[in-house]
DNA sequence: TTTATTCTACCTGATATCAGGTAAAAAGAA
DNA sequence: TTCTTTTTACCTGATATCAGGTAGAATAAA
């Protein structure tokens, strides 16, 4: 098993924790994504326990670029805060499990011996919130494009559309434009809205 | 030396870290900032290492109400990302300390260590955020009233100024007034820049 | 009880946003 | 190369925001 976050105490006080599980062995400690890439394509990885806040890479990105490759590996996801639509998208990019960093020993002991049988675990914090307003089967997360992170970004600045048009050498229609397709993807009626939703999801950086 | 965290790993890995420092006893491990209140009423305590995203009460109202009582009691923060003004707030209100998650064990060592004998101490990270942009002297931070988070947390979900004045049986003049007045406290331009404020320094909930 | 803060409310006008539709280059993927 | 997505751009009109000023009533603090 290989742990991913970039929290040292983190990192070991989940070895702590495992040390007296027996079936599970920690291979690897590292604190970055691509760290890990470039470890499983040299080793033999069962198991990976990552944080999905990393620098560089999101660890929905990394569990996507993994599971491509190596699909038998099983990866679970872990956070301090749960939205559940980080959840879902983390479960719709293979993920096999979420963790929420507050869940109890026994819960984190739990969830991974479930997740080397196969099954699809979640801490039960986790639980109740993607259980409760089960909307639209999964609901898909759309992703911004280039431009239009660029103009997230500048929007949540309090830039106006004629700065950013400015700023990034646009004609003000084509921001406004923009402007529209980011608020329709996420089906959000004004900017506020928007920042809000793309803050929490971490969809920003 | 107690530990506030509401992720048992992180005290697992905190505690681990500091069994070999000979001068600094963990004394005790709790979750949240209620428990920590009722314990040094009828204990002695030196130190406390807190995290300041804490349930129902944050680090920074909990730090403050503990100097005011016990001003002799050394008080570090902990947090997974480091805004600016979110360490300032918790120096201001009387903190001795503040150490980034990401942080080497090296770092948390030398930290506590310097806390204990009276400096004021920060991981390597945080040095480098809150020594570049030094603006003005302590930028003070603007606390929102009662009326005023209401709105803003509306804000946050997207609504008119019209529609929070329905829900708030309020007249749409009174919430523009308020809304004005959120965004004068902060020097914000928008909703949208004020959502990022307010989110990213945990100022909402 | 006096003072300060907060909450409430109104007026005006300039500027910005939001929503609808359309469409041609440019860049990436199949 | 063909197809799809992205980026660029324009038009219009209704609605909302932002910024300025003012001010009485209700709470909370001193």
Redesign the pocket.
């Known amino acids: 098993m290989v742990i991913v976050d970039d929290h040292p105490i983190v990192i070991s006080g989940i070895s702590g924790l495992l040390s007296d599980l027996d079936t599970v062995e920690i291979v690897e400690k590292m604190q970055s994504g691509v760290t890990l890439l470039d470890y499983i394509i040299n080793n033999k990885v069962d198991l990976i326990l990552m944080d999905i806040f990393l620098p560089v890479m999101t660890g929905i990105d990394l569990c996507k670029k993994i599971k491509q490759k190596y699909p038998q590996i099983i990866i679970i996801g872990m956070s301090s805060q749960s939205e559940r639509s980080l959840v879902m998208q983390f479960i719709q990019n293979g993920g096999n499990g979420y963790i929420l960093k507050s869940a109890s020993f026994e819960e984190f002991k739990r969830c991974i011996y479930k997740a080397i049988y196969g099954e699809i675990v979640f801490s039960d914090e986790v639980k109740t919130i993607i259980s409760q307003p089960l909307s639209e089967d999964l609901e898909q997360v759309p ?1 911004l ?4 992170k660029d103009i997230a970004v500048l929007l949540s600045k309090g ?4 700065e950013i ?1 400015d700023e ?7 921001v ?6 980011i ?2 993807k996420y089906k959000m ?4 809205e ?1 920042m809000t939703h793309l803050l929490k999801n971490n969809l920003l950086n």
Chains 1, 2 share one sequence.
């Open positions: 992703s494009s280039r431009r239009e830039k106006s559309t004629q048009a990034l050498f646009l004609s003000f229609l084509t406004q434009t923009h402007r529209r397709n608020l329709q009626k004004n900017v506020a928007l």
